[in-house]
């Protein structure tokens, strides 16, 4: 199934949340008590009444009411250049991700100063095993949130796509339940502690595919072999419903109307859909939904309306609200993709024509803006240049309902004060706009 764009395994704690088991001993005192006194530190923020407020303004943000455009700073890989591996006291493997998720979020209340809401919350993964399309890709290089190559799998259509499989996943609940139990414990009700588990990040299609088929291969596939394109099509399709139904059946969904990532940036906070914590069983048109297809840049409208867009829409239409668009420039695609009747939040990214898209979106769906992120790549960075890049954007977006989502940074050219330095200029200049 689809993943989000990748970041520093440090950072994130969906495999490593799996480290203890019942073999492994607890963390050892020195580190629970770091990893308390961190705690107490975001619940401190979370506590501050500017929580609240920013927390009123995502909500109007996302339900089209906007009291002014919204920022949001996702350094990802730029986080280890931030909060560096020496600054982690723990030794722990899965002690050493829970103390950089904690350090994460006092270092954006305290420095950044976006509008991200501080929450004193600490969600956890269910621990599970996937078995994937029945065909793997095997991958080469990576490590670190670096490039990577693969060998793929489906090479022959006649020959290969028999074997190819519906996914499933298997829940370990011994160790989920451990494991929740254990956060609940160290942290003492301090932190709200929970399952949260975005099983399906993106029902986007083509990212499977490519695993399975090759980048340039696809291409090619789309003229060699449109039928076999559209059974493959199909059978992803096919996949994917299975799996979010089973997902409703089983009440495994999650509610992400707050302060979640949805999308490719921008947070849940809405209205109009049910809140954290309502009773019952969470069903998919309570919650965002998301869907991209950035690896077919490369392909005409026609062809995206041809052979992705069918396939994506009966999948996004299963959700409440909807998301749609990563780096893809989307000016070119507006015309298909609104037909998403669900549509609320629509990425604008660096390569996308502002303007046009300012024009298609106005105050009816989020213009979820991705700058671009080699502004803060480099060693030392323009300020005037940065602060004319916001501005003109914010000067040709007014009427709309304004995001602006800084992220896929690589690096911040070694410089973690990049990142406060973007924050404090988009500070300015959204009150500068007014």
Same mark, same amino acid.
């Given at each position: ?32 008590? =770091?990893?308390?006194?961190?705690? !107490? $530190?975001? %619940?401190?923020? %979370? ?7 920013? !927390? ?19 350094? &990802? ?9 020496? $600054? ?28 991200? =809401? ?46 190819? #499989? ?13 494991? =929740? ?19 399906? +990040? ?37 996949? +994917? ?19 979640? +990532? ?20 969470? /069903? /998919?048109?309570? #919650? ?6 950035? &690896? ?24 409440? /609200? *909807?998301?749609?668009?990563?780096? &893809?420039?989307?000016?070119? #695609? ?9 549509? !609320? ?12 898209? *300012? &024009?298609?979106?106005?105050? @009816? ?22 602060? @004319? ?19 896929? @940074? ?8 990049? %990142? ?5 200029? =988009? ?8």
């Amino acid at each position: 199934m689809s993943q989000p764009c990748p970041s520093c395994q440090i950072h994130t704690s969906s495999e490593l949340d799996a480290l203890i088991v019942p073999e492994d001993p607890p963390f050892s005192q020195e580190e629970e008590t =770091v990893l308390r006194e961190l705690a !107490r $530190q975001v %619940a401190d923020l %979370a506590a501050r009444p500017i929580e609240n407020e920013k !927390r009123k303004l995502w909500t109007a943000h996302n339900d089209l009411h906007p009291i002014r455009p919204v920022s949001y700073m996702h350094p &990802e890989n730029g986080w280890n250049e931030i909060i560096t591996q020496d $600054q982690i006291l723990s030794n722990h493997p899965l002690a050493r991700v829970w103390e950089m998720r904690l350090r994460k979020k006092i270092y954006r209340g305290n420095v950044l100063k976006d509008d991200k =809401v501080i929450e004193a919350t600490f969600p956890l993964n269910h621990i599970a095993t996937d078995s994937g399309w029945g065909l793997r890709e095997e991958r080469i290089g990576g490590e670190h949130g670096g490039a990577y190559n693969w060998k793929t799998p489906l090479n022959d259509y006649e020959e290969d796509i028999p074997k190819l #499989r519906y996914p499933d996943f298997v829940i370990d609940w011994d160790k989920t339940n451990r494991l =929740v139990d254990y956060a609940k414990t160290l942290f003492d009700s301090v932190l709200d502690v929970h399952l949260y588990r975005d099983w399906v +990040y993106s029902v986007g299609l083509t990212v499977d595919f490519i695993n399975l088929r090759g980048l340039e291969q696809l291409m090619m596939d789309f003229y060699d072999e449109p039928e076999n394109v559209h059974k493959v099509m199909a059978f992803l399709r096919e996949g +994917y419903m299975r799996r979010l139904q089973r997902l409703e059946d089983n009440d495994l969904l999650c509610r992400n109307s707050g302060g979640e +990532y949805v999308g490719s940036g921008g947070t849940g906070w809405t209205e109009q859909l049910p809140p954290r914590g309502t009773p019952g069983k969470v /069903l /998919l048109s309570e #919650r965002w939904g998301f869907a991209e297809s950035q &690896e077919t840049v490369g392909v005409s409208p026609e062809m995206f309306e041809e052979f992705v867009f069918p396939y994506e829409l009966p999948l996004l239409e299963k959700f409440g /609200l *909807a998301c749609y668009g990563c780096c &893809e420039p989307l000016d070119q #695609r507006w015309h298909i993709v609104k037909q998403f009747k669900n549509l !609320r939040r629509a990425s604008v990214s660096a390569w996308a024509d502002v303007e046009k898209m *300012a &024009e298609n979106l106005q105050g @009816n769906y989020v213009f979820s803006w991705k700058p671009n992120p080699s502004y803060l790549s480099t060693p030392t960075i323009d300020e005037t240049r940065i602060r @004319n890049y916001v501005r003109d954007t914010l000067e040709k977006t007014r009427g709309c309902v304004v995001e602006i989502v800084m992220k896929d @940074n690589h690096t911040l050219g070694g410089n973690p004060d990049h %990142a406060v330095t973007w924050c404090r200029i =988009v500070r300015e200049e959204i009150e500068r706009r007014g």
